[in-house]
């Protein structure tokens, strides 16, 4: 291990004297010469996915063997093959894998681990956990249970960081928690309040409560989310900010009493409450108001003797004012763009600081340089209120890794994204040496991650990161509400010549499977074994029915003799020729509308032809048999559906009840969201197909109904 802790301070100590930062190059020089107090050579990682693949990464880089665990949904996952070892901990709900303390503690001792990383979710804020692993002679990389503690009842870290001189929201935090006492004082507050699990995070059991009206709507909602994802339903009210910036900052302790910012990172651009893109550092912030944030989050971190890597979270309004939100006691999902723009690395640094060394930085010696994004790609539908989804990836292809690019995922071509756990894909993370060239950076980046199988954000992300506002560094916490116009235009057709392309890409693939099957055959030179459309004094056409959305269009081609086409589509006619090739592992077409010539990726899975350009994408159906559409729509209009596979988690009605448009039928649970399932039409309830705590899979009828015009017959 020795050697390889050398060598890694060399190559620290090279990025500083390649970006010329004299103060860090003389503090890895002292570095190098400290050793920790714990010889850790072997660490359980107690998570999956991406996130355990980005600590393996460095684990790997610094000689330290890595222990995987895995539910059964994860038996085949990148995490279990990139580990030394991998142990199996249970069935996929995390409850009974990732969540199961005394398994995952059984795993440590079997393996002979000397730490457990928590990764980020999961165990990563649980107290219970870390005084385990103390118990246990285990170190727990992350900060002592006190500070996990303290800082995770959000009403005792109000508190705290309130006495420690930090800037707080106005709100309750009392332990009367009783339906009358919390609305009251959302009165006192004043409306719109926040309503927000005290052991919350993520935005999880988080709601806005407008009037007060809704408030005890949205208080049962909040509390039922907090008592599934947290196992306590105790809640806070604090007064919401009309839009807020969400701004962070990265801190770090040590076992030594020190601490320090790396400055802070924007992530203001949510749904439901969960961040989209983050950017380090935070636009339009000048350097006196980014010191006074570092130093505020240093005294949140030295106010509960804080170790390792935390994140103190601030709300902050249009004039730079900033008040303490909370602090999450762990690495964060966004600490690459912070990594990117200091030369750091913070699990390296997690694991130094656990084996007992100090800070490798000091305040001073920490240099911010250039600009750095990071885009959370999804396995969600931004069309339907960002549902997310699951299912295979058939087809992926990304933007190649570079020393200013990284691709954190833990998924690969073939893999499924499970209904169990998030639906996060990967994280695109791009540096430049400056704001605008680094956003440009992250749109071409985003052009070249290519996804068939399931539906993603991509399109949506490209949309935000191009809007003006966005450019222009105008973010708030509200910003894709004020923007949803402009982000979500109404669909236009696609242009016929993408069409024609389509088409021909259709052709070409079949004359390619043609003369692929023809050179197989004992008949190669049969004069029907050919698809190229040539016939002797015959000009011969087609017509080929393709699908842009729900509206069919005809194309009408016809194979002209030098080997191009003549497409039809309406009354646009066009001359169409081309060629279909390989680059690596994926199929381009090339063509020429028109005299026009384009280079695309093209994919046909599953009815669908998928073509995907320099600056965008274009999907198109190949159109079902009427009476296979038939078949798998029956049931579909009878009575409400699941969006997605999940979890029955309330059910609010019977046979026999009556309910108008709207009215809540029952709650579902899926990837880690609450899903309010209501009536599409008003009527009686004739069945209720699932009860609470069975499963059901996307498309399910969940409730069937006699509506109101069938009742009255």
């Not at 801190?251 to 601490?259: E, I, K, L, P, S």
């Not at 400055?263 to 350097?287: L, M, W, Y």
């Not at 690459?336 to 723009?341: F, L, Q, R």
């Not at 965008?616 to 159109?623: N, W």
């Amino acid at each position: 291990m020795a050697l390889a802790l050398a060598a890694e301070r060399g190559r620290c100590c090279l990025w500083a004297l390649r970006h010329q930062r004299w103060n860090q190059v003389q503090r890895f020089v002292k570095w190098a010469s400290t050793i920790g107090g714990h010889n850790i050579t072997k660490i359980l990682i107690a998570n999956r996915g991406e996130i355990a693949c980005r600590v393996m990464r460095t684990a790997k880089k610094m000689g330290v063997k890595s222990v995987a665990v895995y539910s059964e949904a994860d038996r085949n996952s990148m995490h279990v093959a990139m580990a030394d070892e991998a142990y199996c901990i249970g069935p996929a709900p995390s409850q009974q894998s990732y969540l199961a303390m005394e398994k995952i503690m059984q795993v440590a001792k079997v393996s002979a681990a000397q730490a457990i990383h928590p990764g980020y979710g999961f165990l990563s804020e649980n107290t219970e956990f870390a005084e385990l692993c103390k118990q246990e002679g285990i170190i727990f990389i992350g900060p002592p249970s006190s500070a996990i503690r303290d800082m995770g009842i959000k009403s005792t870290s109000k508190a705290i960081m309130s006495a420690a001189g930090v800037p707080v929201v106005e709100g309750y935090h009392g332990e009367d928690q009783s339906d009358e006492c919390l609305k009251e004082h959302a009165k006192r507050i004043g409306y719109p309040v926040m309503i927000k699990a005290v052991r919350g995070g993520g935005g999880k059991g988080m709601r806005i409560a407008h009037s007060e009206k809704e408030f005890l709507d949205q208080l049962e909602s909040a509390r039922r989310e907090a008592k599934k994802s947290f196992n306590d339903d105790a809640m806070l009210i604090e007064k919401f900010v009309d839009n807020p910036r969400h701004v962070e900052v990265q801190v770090f302790g040590d076992q030594h009493g020190n601490a320090v910012y790396l400055f802070e990172r924007d992530c203001s651009v949510q749904r439901r409450h969960q961040k989209i893109i983050e950017e380090a550092p935070g636009p339009g912030i000048n350097p006196e108001v980014r010191r006074r944030l570092g130093e505020a989050a240093v005294k949140a971190a030295k106010a509960v003797n804080y170790v390792g890597a935390g994140t103190v979270e601030f709300i902050m309004d249009s004039k730079h004012n900033f008040y303490f939100m909370e602090m999450n006691t762990r690495l964060q999902v966004e600490h690459p763009v912070t990594e990117m723009i200091t030369g750091t690395d913070l699990v390296e640094w997690q694991l130094r600081v656990a084996a007992g060394e100090k800070i490798p930085l000091m305040q001073e010696d920490i240099v911010l340089q250039g600009h750095a994004f990071e885009a959370r790609i999804y396995a969600e539908d931004p069309n339907n209120n960002f549902m997310p989804g699951a299912g295979p990836l058939l087809h992926l292809t990304t933007p190649p890794p570079d020393s200013f690019t990284r691709i954190e995922t833990g998924v690969r071509q073939g893999d499924e994204v499970s209904v169990h756990y998030d639906p996060m894909i990967a994280k695109l993370v791009v540096w430049a040496e400056d704001r605008q060239a680094a956003l440009r950076k992250l749109r071409y980046s985003l052009h070249q991650y290519n996804i068939v199988g399931l539906s993603t954000n991509i399109d949506f992300l490209l949309s935000l990161s191009g809007h003006p506002q966005f450019e222009a560094g105008n973010v708030h916490t509200n910003f894709i509400p004020q923007h949803h116009d402009e982000l979500f235009p109404t669909k236009k057709a696609t242009p016929h010549e993408v069409m024609c392309q389509a088409a021909l890409g259709l052709i070409l693939k079949e004359k390619m499977l043609t003369d692929a099957f023809r050179d197989q055959s004992d008949d190669k030179f049969s004069p029907f074994a050919s698809s190229t459309g040539r016939r002797i004094n015959i000009c011969y056409t087609r017509k080929l029915s393709l699908l842009d959305g729900e509206n069919i269009v005809d194309v009408a081609v016809s194979y002209n003799q030098e080997g191009s086409y003549k497409m039809q589509i309406q009354d646009e006619t066009f001359l169409i020729s081309g060629e279909i090739f390989n680059e690596g592992d994926s199929v381009y077409l090339r063509s020429s509308v028109n005299g026009t010539v384009c280079k695309s990726k093209l994919v046909i899975l599953d009815n669908t032809i998928y073509l995907f350009f320099p600056d965008g994408s274009a999907q198109i159906g190949l159109p079902v048999p009427k009476y296979l559409s038939a078949v798998s729509s029956v049931g579909m209009q009878s009575g409400a559906v699941a969006p997605m596979t999940g979890t029955v988690e309330k059910v609010f009605v019977k046979a026999g009840d009556k309910v108008k448009i709207g009215d809540p039928l029952m709650v579902m649970i899926a990837m880690k969201m609450e899903h309010t399932i209501r009536a599409p039409k008003a009527g009686m309830i004739k069945k209720v197909n699932f009860q609470e705590g069975a499963q059901a899979n996307r498309h399910a009828p969940l409730v069937e109904f006699v509506d109101e015009e069938a009742e009255s017959k």
